[in-house]
Structure formats: structure tokens, C-alpha cells
């Protein structure tokens, strides 16, 4: 739509990257991943390589029949809060587990302490509307270690590797 109106396409970060699938491999994916499932598994796909959204953008504008810079511009917008400028598709402390699936693989989780879960869901639906936003994020990312508070407020509370 925004070439049909003439531009500028938008884009919010040079190097954002996303990965792409078309829908009939995706439910192809999914059908093989659900028949070949015992129950209690995550399973991940190979997405392939991502793609510049900056790069898709440009030959949009190519296969258009224009040219970039000189009939189409794109302006950069800048990132969305919690927007991420590449997307990871295992968090953190996970591997996977080939199966006989090439593009499927079984995600190895951590280990998790379930009375220990328990007791923070219970200290967190306890806090009521008095409660600091930081403090009830921080609470959260003390049960969910891998969220990365990319491009927010709450960016403090990440640790830095």
C-alpha cells in the first residue's frame, strides 16, 4: 500500500531482521511435528536464514518497477517499545534434539523448581495496584530469566552478558 500511495515505506530499524515461511510449510511443519509428538514436547523449526527487512523493502520497491532512493524513499522510524532488532528463536540455556525431521528439532529445556514457581506466582498475584511497575516486572523476570526487556523501561532489570 505505501508504494501504491507513492511512499515513503516504512521501516523502524536499518538492521532489523525477521525469518519468513510460507503458510503451506508452516502447516506442513506443524501436521509432521503434531504426528510425531509423545506428548509434553516443544518443538522448533528451522526457519532458514532471516531477512533484512531494509533489504525487503528495496526490492519491493525494485519489483515495483521503481527505484530507491529516486522514486520511493524509505524512512526509518525508529523501534517500537519491547521490539527486537533480531528475533532468537531458542532462548537462552535450551539446545535441541535432532528428530528425523530436518527441520524439526525438539527443544531441551531447563530444569524447573515447581515449588519454587509456585511460591513467586503467589507473591506476584499478591501485589496489588500500590505496587511499583519495576518491582512487578522484576518479580516476573525472576521466574522467566530468558525476557530480554528489549527497547523498554524495564532494560535496567536485564542482565548484561
Known amino acids: ?42 518443538y522448533v523449526f528451522d526457519m532458514g536464514e532471516p531477512i533484512k527487512i531494509f533489504n525487503l523493502a528495496t526490492n519491493m520497491i525494485i519489483l515495483s518497477g521503481l527505484r530507491y532512493p529516486e522514486d520511493i524513499d524509505i524512512k526509518i522510524t525508529g523501534l517500537r517499545p519491547g521490539e527486537k532488532i533480531y528475533e532468537e528463536l531458542l532462548a537462552d540455556g535450551e539446545n535441541t534434539k535432532k528428530t528425523y525431521h530436518e527441520k524439526i528439532m525438539i527443544a531441551k529445556s531447563r530444569y524447573v523448581d515447581t515449588e519454587n514457581v509456585e511460591k513467586q506466582i503467589i507473591k506476584i498475584t499478591n501485589m496489588n495496584s500500590l505496587t511499583q511497575p519495576l518491582e512487578i516486572v522484576s518479580s516476573i523476570k525472576t521466574l522467566i530469566p530468558e525476557y530480554i526487556s528489549n527497547n523498554s523501561t524495564y532494560e535496567v532489570l536485564d542482565s548484561k552478558k
Open 1 to 42: 500500500k505505501q508504494i501504491e500511495k507513492g511512499g515513503p515505506l516504512t521501516v523502524t530499524h536499518k538492521e532489523i531482521t525477521r525469518y519468513f515461511m510460507t503458510i503451506p510449510e508452516a502447516c506442513q511443519l506443524v501436521l509432521e511435528a503434531a504426528a510425531m509428538g509423545n506428548g509434553g514436547e516443544i
